[in-house]
């Protein structure tokens, strides 16, 4: 009898043995997946984050002083669909006779169109794309899109 109960006890130990693997298998993996999802995802912050652009930043930040990073300055845009001949020629490679021949095509629907419709040569409209806007002259569509075909 006494060997009975020692097999009996064994194979119960040998259950409980093989249960707490099993559970502690199963949160090493749960930890795992967990660990490796953070890190991905601090990897993935850590990436979009800006870096910055000068050293000046760096020994400030490493002194304890926290230096603000300069805001770029805004450009006035000028738009192509009201601006006077003289705020046209201050755009870079905009000379009289471009400024003259983009008053002449006005009113335009966007900036490309001084490209689409061959007002300025690609090489100046490179300059000018990120200097100039092209208002519309009202918030209506159906009387924006008259103007346009009454000005073919």
Do not use: W
């Amino acid at each position: 009898m006494m060997l009975g109960n020692t097999l009996a006890n064994a194979k119960i130990y040998q259950g409980t043995s093989f249960m707490k693997f099993s559970s502690i298998k199963t949160t090493c993996i749960t930890l795992t997946l967990l660990l490796s999802a953070s890190l991905c995802a601090a990897a993935d912050s850590q990436a979009s984050a800006p870096k910055p652009a000068t050293s000046k930043t760096e020994t400030s930040a490493q002194s304890g002083t926290a230096a603000k990073p300069k805001a770029a300055p805004k450009v006035k845009l000028v738009d192509i669909n009201s601006a006077k001949k003289a705020e046209l020629k201050t755009l870079p490679g905009v000379s009289d006779a471009e400024a003259d021949k983009i008053i002449a095509g006005r009113p335009y629907g966007s900036k490309a169109h001084l490209l689409t419709h061959k007002i300025v040569s690609a090489e100046i409209y490179d300059g000018l794309k990120g200097l100039v806007i092209a208002k519309q002259a009202t918030n209506d569509a159906v009387k924006n899109a008259a103007l346009y075909k009454n000005k073919k």
